[in-house]
């Protein structure tokens, strides 16, 4: 049987980090896909745990050659999910969380269609996600301008998403949850991953068990 595979989704400075920690410490079972980037290791990074720190020139083989799952570019670097990775923890039945920009989950769905448990993270606001991001005071005003508008794009582009017809379809997402108050969402999303561990699917050798001992 193999592993679940998790993917979060929002716009940048929603808070996906932060959630994503206090998942990790309640599954410690719960594995982390490691993302390439092009950019330079900031101080306190580890190759291979943080991030695989890559030129642009391998990024670009990288790509080329089919070796990553999704990918985007933000201030002028690049991000992306190498395949090969997910695709031997899910194999081994471990349950891994893919954390990627709005436009990440539609390459993932290419991939592995209805196979995987998309999550979308909201901000209750532009106005609180904008707020947020200045009061962290760990970016210059330039990057931090332009983390807002990448933010704004991603928001513009689900609005867009959601004008469809078929809404639920164009979205490609399994679930919402607003991040308005950090427990809450954090609840959310731990009920998500009990809730996806305790299906049928999951539990059918298990259930096999049960009933050939029954009577």
């Known amino acids: 049987m193999g592993g679940n595979l998790f993917v979060l989704a929002g716009p940048s400075g929603v808070g996906k980090t932060t959630l994503e920690k206090r998942l990790f410490a309640e599954f410690p079972d719960l594995h982390y896909s490691v993302s390439a980037t092009t950019r330079p290791p900031r101080r306190g990074e580890r190759e291979g745990v943080d ?3 890559v030129s642009p020139e391998r990024f670009g083989e990288m790509r ?3 070796e990553l799952l999704e990918w ?3 201030y002028g670097n690049s991000y992306g999910t190498p395949a090969r990775p997910v695709e031997q923890a899910i194999r081994d039945g471990k349950d891994l969380l893919i954390d990627v920009e709005v436009e990440g989950v539609a390459q993932l769905r290419r991939r592995f269609g209805r196979e995987a448990i998309y999550i979308l993270i909201m901000p209750p606001s532009f106005a609180e996600l904008k707020e947020r991001l200045s009061g ?4 210059d005003q330039e990057a931090l301008s ?3 508008e990448r933010a704004r794009m991603e928001i513009d582009r689900l609005k867009g998403l959601y004008e469809d017809h078929n809404k639920e379809r164009a979205l490609g997402h399994d679930y919402l949850v607003v991040n308005d108050d950090l427990e809450r969402a954090f609840q959310e999303l731990k009920a998500v991953i009990v809730a996806t561990r305790a299906g049928l699917a999951r ?3 298990v259930l096999d068990r049960l009933l050939s ?3």
């Open 203 to 205: 539990q059918i050798g």
């Open 72 to 74: 985007a570019q933000f």
């Open 64 to 66: 080329g050659q089919g």
């Open 146 to 148: 332009a983390r807002l």
């Open 213 to 215: 001992q029954a009577g």
């Open 51 to 53: 991030y695989f720190f």
């Open 136 to 139: 962290r005071g760990s970016e």
